[in-house]
């Protein structure tokens, strides 16, 4: 099992004017990813709007991503976008047939009414025993359709297992990420934050990485800060701040805000969206201002860690 570790970008999905996937746009994506250091790719997440993507265009994504890396990093997926466990079950299926290097599982799925653990350990049981025992394993937890966080109970069981490579953590807490990191010690999984407010004090506190929406502005950053902190701590404690401060900007419009970002990059040509319809140059006063402000303090620390 390859391990999933590092910098984890939560990708977008580019859509043509038409509401099509844009796979040259993609294409060029996965170019600016690898290009900026990445560690690892989450193909197939909130971020890709896979909630608004059929199975078919779902598996065509993570095929083609999967493709495209060529096995210079590791790619992994999220498999089940429903709550019926025979659809789940087909789902997720499908997904493990790209060649995704772990399938991973959305905990709010595995408990969709959130009644609790004897739910979640049913899903669970019912999923493991249809899946490849070879294939390995994540777990998500997805802020859709409600953010399930997983007890010590749930998370030490599938740790155990010997099943599950990483945990991409959502619940934005310090003290929760560092108790998750000790139950799952000396077992295959990681835990991998995705808040950027605690991104290097949970580093620190051992979580493996980082992935959250802002892997979609300045991968590079938080991979120093991953990789190269400990040779400048007070370089490290101030581009921390600048992360934290320059991730509150997800809540005006995110997604739709990160594709206008790499529009003006010249990633791919469309900001069409999905899952937010709203022109959010004109719904968040401010916001043109706010992309070009990260843009210019993402180059200002490039400079800086580069020297």
Request: charged share 20%.
């Amino acid at each position: 099992m390859k391990k999933i570790e590092g910098i984890v970008p939560v990708m977008l999905t580019p859509f043509t004017g038409d509401n099509q996937i844009d796979y040259a746009g993609l294409a060029r994506l996965i170019d600016w990813y690898l290009d900026k250091g990445v560690d690892a790719l989450f193909a197939v997440c909130q971020s890709s709007e896979m909630q608004f993507l059929t199975l078919d265009e779902r598996v065509e994504l993570s095929r083609f991503v999967v493709e495209k890396v060529a096995g210079r990093i590791p790619v992994i997926a999220s498999g089940h976008i429903s709550d019926d466990i025979d659809q789940q079950v087909h789902e997720l299926k499908a997904m493990a047939e790209t060649g995704v290097d772990a399938l991973v599982l959305v905990t709010n799925h595995l408990d969709p009414h959130n009644q609790g653990s004897a739910t979640f350990f049913s899903t669970l049981e019912t999923l493991l025993a249809a899946l490849p025992v070879t294939m390995p394993l994540g777990l998500y937890e997805c802020p859709a359709p409600y953010r399930r966080l997983l007890s010590d109970e749930e998370l030490s069981y599938c740790a155990n297992t010997g099943r599950f490579v990483v945990l991409k953590d959502v619940s934005c807490d310090l003290p929760t990420v560092t108790r998750r990191v000790k139950l799952v010690a000396h077992t295959p999984l990681n835990i991998i934050n995705a808040n950027a407010a605690i991104a290097y004090p949970a580093m620190k506190a051992g979580s493996k990485g980082f992935s959250g929406v802002f892997t979609n502005f300045h991968p590079e950053l938080y991979s120093w800060l991953y990789h190269h902190a400990s040779h400048a701590p007070q370089l490290a404690d101030e581009l921390a701040t600048f992360l934290s401060l320059a991730a509150v900007t997800e809540t005006l419009g995110y997604p739709k805000n990160a594709k206008i970002y790499h529009q003006r990059l010249g990633t791919f040509d469309s900001e069409a969206c999905r899952v937010n319809k709203d022109n959010v140059l004109e719904k968040f006063w401010g916001l043109g201002v706010l992309l070009e402000q990260i843009r210019t303090g993402t180059e200002f620390y490039q400079g800086k860690i580069a020297g």
